[in-house]
């Protein structure tokens, strides 16, 4: 499913929806041993999974969720984040860890 969107001050954006469903096996058959395959998605709803505007893909949370690996984990307080819920800026004081640039 797709939805063209116009949004003022950007422009159009397409957003890419997945719809929840049943698993899905596909049997492929080899030549010696068959493959099975199992699809699944966790969310009861229909779910936003990408965004287009002009060239650039935007992947949205529900698919980011999917691939936690993805993009790189920077490390906060407890305190800290419930803050961050809230809409607060994060501070370079407020962060235990963070992932090293590979130059």
Do not use: H
């Not at 650039?56 to 800290?80: E, Y």
Request: aromatic share 8%.
């Amino acid at each position: 499913l797709s939805r063209k969107l116009k949004i003022p001050g950007v422009g159009i954006v397409f957003s890419y929806l997945r719809t929840p469903s049943e698993e899905s096996n596909t049997k492929v058959e080899g030549d010696i041993k068959e493959v099975e395959k199992m699809t699944s998605w966790p969310y009861q709803t229909t779910q936003p999974i990408l965004f287009t505007l002009e060239k650039a893909m935007i992947p949205s949370i529900p698919l980011l969720s999917l691939f936690p690996t993805l993009l790189p984990t920077i490390t906060v307080p407890s305190a800290v984040s419930k803050y961050l819920c809230r809409g607060a800026d994060l501070m370079k004081s407020g962060i235990l860890s963070f992932p090293s640039s590979s130059s």
